[in-house]
């Protein structure tokens, strides 16, 4: 099983960027993804997901309204549209499959079997 994130970069404030996390080994029909990040020095956080069926996406306060998180069953890969970039999103990103999540455990680190290696993104002017 592996999880290929990819996407990010360096983008100046208010731009946009959007990451792409490729499922082998694993249907992700059949799991929970997510995307969480983690800035030097801080904890892991929970970004944005998306239920099994795709029907039910989840994001923190910090990204509402400003990222999409949404799934292509034929590609078998996770996407995370990231719009009006600010300072503070600057981090690792990573992707997360999770067979057994549910909804209102969704934002926890835990839940997630799989996990992508870390895409850095950079917001700076």
């Known amino acids: 099983v592996q999880l290929q994130a990819f996407g990010g970069g360096l983008v100046q404030p208010g731009g946009s960027l959007r990451l792409s996390c490729v499922a082998s080994?694993?249907?992700?029909?059949?799991?929970?993804a997510g995307w969480f990040r983690q800035a030097p020095g801080k904890e892991r956080e929970f970004v944005a997901a998306l239920s099994r069926s795709g029907s039910y996406p989840s994001y923190s306060a910090s990204v509402k309204g400003r990222f999409t998180i949404s799934r292509d069953y034929v590609q078998n890969t996770v996407y995370l549209q990231m719009n009006s970039l600010k300072l503070e999103d600057s981090a690792d990103y990573y992707c997360a499959a999770g067979r057994s999540v549910i909804s209102t455990s969704i934002a926890r680190s835990d839940m997630y079997a799989y996990w992508g290696q870390g895409t850095q993104v950079t917001v700076s002017s």
């Open positions: 080994g694993l249907t992700l029909d059949y799991y929970s």
